[in-house]
């Protein structure tokens, strides 16, 4: 398949019940795992998996009236379906033209792998990473950590 057409192709996904179903047009503008404290609470996991879109490659196909969103922080505002609680996407004041979709949603392949561990130093002590992806933290979560980052510790926050 051409560069073009792959582009044109919709990445589909859904919540746990398919109440909320969505698609997207590649290509992605990232993929990344945060570990933020918020992300791993909201979400019951060590880190989620996000991606990134522009806002008008994104579509909601069915299930609008079952998606609930609440602000997590001054900036975030999360989305998830009221009838399964599958949590879905993530708005934000500080890139307004994106939609962050969690991976973990998605029935196919993106355009890439994940890219970067956000929020490294604020990660679950119980969460070992063997990976060689790079790390990043501070206070806005990407600012780069030098390779040889010890895979557990600190306590970092999501700003």
């Not at 057409?5 to 019940?17: I, K, N, Q, S, Y």
């Given at each position: ?29 990232f993929c990344g ?69 969690v991976l973990a ?35 806005t979560g990407t ?17």
């Amino acid at each position: 398949m051409d560069d073009q057409m792959e582009r044109a192709t919709p990445v589909h996904g859904a919540c746990l019940r398919g109440a909320v179903q969505f698609e997207f047009t590649l290509p992605t503008l990232f993929c990344g795992h945060c570990h933020c404290s918020m992300c791993r609470r909201a979400y019951g996991t060590g880190y989620v998996t996000w991606i990134g879109v522009k806002v008008e490659q994104f579509s909601l196909t069915a299930g609008p009236d079952h998606l609930a969103a609440f602000s997590s922080s001054d900036h975030g505002k999360p989305s998830f379906c009221d009838q399964c609680g599958s949590s879905l996407f993530c708005e934000s004041d500080s890139h307004p033209d994106v939609i962050d979709i969690v991976l973990a949603n998605l029935h196919g392949p993106i355009d890439r792998q994940p890219q970067a561990h956000y929020y490294f130093f604020d990660r679950a002590d119980w969460t070992v990473i063997g990976d060689e992806v790079p790390r990043f933290g501070g206070a806005t979560g990407t600012v780069p950590l030098a390779p040889q980052t010890p895979s557990h510790g600190g306590a970092e926050t999501h700003a």
